[in-house]
């Protein structure tokens, strides 16, 4: 059924330059096949009575997907890697994003490396002609299927399931439908890690001071300074560097050291940038390093954004379509619907995951990774409003419990998985997959591989409930 399912797409720019000779492929879900709505409906049996959504096939979202994998596929030791984009992510856009994943990937897991896969939005121009569903159960149930067709296309022992921003908020509810939907089709591939990557949905915030950073986000200034970094940058850096030296933080003065020696390899890639702008880029940075006023550096960096704005715009998308602005405009629309203007809000970006998912997330590791230069979910924030929910947990025992949970389980933002990946970017800006697609493919690398070494060495029959932590730093 998997032909009547997915039809392949021509919307990828193929001869985009950070695509290389990886093999890419664009898919379109057109159909819920009877067998899959029969298996679908019943799999979302895991969802409390009052979240289960009803399935729509006539309202099924025209997801895409951009999949890079090699030719050879050999199911019996192959991992997965699938991306759900955040808000108006379209998947044709991120074909760069998934070939950088699989070669990351391959560097990492050598051959038993399958297939990268990055699934659009829910909020984008790939969905936007469809009924946008408000209830993230019923998108997940629907992103679940299509999911489930791609394993069906390209087999894989073990899945990594990773999500950005909104999309960080609907995978986790995909998870425990798409476990059972394994489980009912008999497939042989298991979720073996979730990476939370930016992730919306995981803590409390203000509305207000959320939709703020919007404009900050849409100009791409902090990932044009991702990409080329200015002696500003540098300065600042090496100013963190020693601040952390003097409060004798080595932990903290070696992970700036590290960051400003990333700074100054950046500054010296001038890859993607025709002549004229190298040029022209090294002369308003020649003129930065003279520490000019406040006036003058306003200025030039005015001229640095001006210059480097549209660089970014073309390597940060591999859309072959043209622009359509009708279409750009429902997917932010929808982005807003999706977001925040959803059904009694249950579903917002704003708001923490609600506990009863949380406990479903059962079994698996699970990676958080929170970027200081993110827009949105800046890893203090992040980390400071998360502790503020685990200790709402603590006080407020599960609804409907005979007693109380056990100690080594309360508390705990997912309360029944085994180990819990905490990740720190020093510099990670919201846009960092589209921009820095290395950077970003080589944490997820790193993060998988390190799942994976875990469940190889797992002790089945541990049944202690004990939750392992581990933080890490990326630079």
Not at 3 to 12: H, L
Not at 151 to 170: A, D, F, P, R, V
Not at 220 to 236: A, T, V
Not at 329 to 341: H, K, Q
Request: hydrophobic content about 35%; proline content about 5%; glycine content about 4%.
């Amino acid at each position: 059924m998997v032909e009547e399912s997915i039809t392949f797409g021509n919307n990828v720019n193929e001869s985009h330059p950070r695509i290389g000779d990886t093999k890419v492929e664009n898919l379109i879900f057109t159909k819920l096949s009877p067998e899959t709505q029969i298996a679908l409906q019943q799999s979302l049996e895991v969802f409390p009575e009052q979240y289960r959504p009803t399935i729509h096939p006539e309202h099924l979202p025209r997801y895409q997907t951009v999949l890079a994998s090699s030719e050879l596929n050999n199911p019996e030791n192959q991992a997965g890697i699938i991306y759900i984009a955040g808000a108006t992510g379209a998947a044709p856009a991120y074909a760069h994003v998934a070939a950088e994943m699989y070669r990351s990937a391959e560097k990492m897991f050598d051959e038993r490396a399958g297939f990268s896969a990055v699934i659009g939005s829910s909020a984008s121009i790939d969905t936007v002609e469809q009924r946008l569903p408000t209830n993230l159960s019923e998108r997940a149930a629907y992103q679940a299927a299509f999911i489930l067709e791609l394993i069906k296309k390209k087999q894989c022992k073990n899945l990594y399931l990773l999500g950005q921003s909104l999309g960080g908020m609907e995978v986790t509810y995909i998870v425990p439908v798409l476990e059972k939907l394994l489980e009912i089709e008999n497939i042989d591939t298991k979720i073996s890690g979730l990476i939370l990557f930016q992730a919306g949905g995981q803590y409390e915030q203000s509305l207000t001071d959320f939709t703020k950073s919007i404009p900050e986000f849409m100009s791409l200034k902090r990932g044009i300074l991702e990409m080329w970094p200015s002696p500003l940058d540098e300065l600042k850096a090496k100013e963190e560097m020693y601040l952390a030296k003097e409060k004798d933080d080595s932990a903290e003065s070696f992970r700036w050291k590290m960051r400003l020696e990333n700074i100054r390899e950046k500054r010296q890639n001038r890859e993607y940038l025709t002549d004229e702008e190298q040029n022209k880029l090294q002369e308003i940075d020649t003129k930065l390093q003279q520490l000019p006023s406040k006036k003058e550096r306003k200025q030039l960096l005015k001229e640095r954004y001006q210059l480097l704005y549209p660089a970014v715009q073309r390597i940060s998308t591999t859309d072959a379509r043209p622009r359509n602005i009708s279409k750009e405009l429902g997917a932010f629309l929808n982005t807003i619907r999706a977001a925040v203007l959803n059904k009694e809000r249950k579903f917002d970006v704003v708001r923490s995951l609600p506990k009863w998912l949380r406990e479903e997330i059962t079994g698996i590791p699970v990676a958080f990774v929170w970027g200081r230069e993110d827009e949105f979910f800046p890893v203090d924030s992040a980390r400071n409003e998360m502790i503020k929910n685990r200790l709402e947990d603590i006080n407020s025992p599960r609804e409907g419990a005979a007693q109380p949970e056990p100690l080594h389980q309360r508390g705990k933002y997912f309360p029944n998985v085994p180990i819990v990946y905490d990740a720190e970017v020093i510099g990670s800006p919201h846009e960092l997959a589209n921009i820095d697609t290395q950077k970003f493919a080589d944490i997820v690398a790193n993060i998988t591989s390190r799942m994976d070494e875990w469940n190889k060495k797992r002790q089945k029959n541990d049944t202690s409930g004990k939750q392992e932590r581990i933080e890490l730093h990326f630079q």
